[in-house]
């Protein structure tokens, strides 16, 4: 082969290469591009689904006192309701409160940081007896905010209610408290 020869069959295979070295690279390219929105799209479906999805009311308990007095405990089961439990309402209906069901029994600690209205609080173990109580805790609108608590044992549950309601109820340490989920 001459020299005109080799030197045209070396630039043929130099072309291909670089040819072949650029479909490469297209193929990649194309492959991440498609990577790409495919994960993009797959966000956009996820936060639309948020968007789309019903919320869940509230769950309800109902708290019957020895007294006989029902108290609709709105559940702390969310981590805003954790966070911030009854802070920014206004007021709570009739015969409304909420409650904290903590994972472990503990020496639970409560704040009224935020809240606009005064509240009582009781303090309850795992077997449902009222451990501890606070009447009239005043709402809190700047820090520092006082923490009401520790009870003097351990509890698992916290009820917040409007400002009177223990007297309304009539409710007194050892008090055995009944839960019925509301339906």
Known sequence: ?????QRRKKRSTHITMVSNNQA????????????????LL???LMS???????RKESSIIVVTFPSG????????DTPEKLLFGLAFRDALPPNGGMLYIFEQNGMHRVTTKGYRF??????????????????????????????FGPPPEDVRYVIQAESGFIKKAGVAKSDELKYALRM
């Open 42 to 44: 797959a966000l956009l």
């Open 48 to 54: 639309a689904s948020v968007f789309l999805v019903e």
């Open 118 to 147: 005064p509240i009582d609080i009781l303090w309850v173990d795992e077997s449902h007896h009222v451990v501890h109580m606070l009447e009239h805790a005043e709402p809190c609108a700047q820090d520092p905010c006082p923490l």
């Open 24 to 39: 490469q690279t297209s193929n990649r390219e194309q492959r991440k591009k498609r990577i790409i929105m495919m994960t």
């Open 69 to 76: 007095v029902e108290l609709e405990a709105e559940v702390a």
């Open 1 to 5: 082969m001459g020299h005109w020869a």
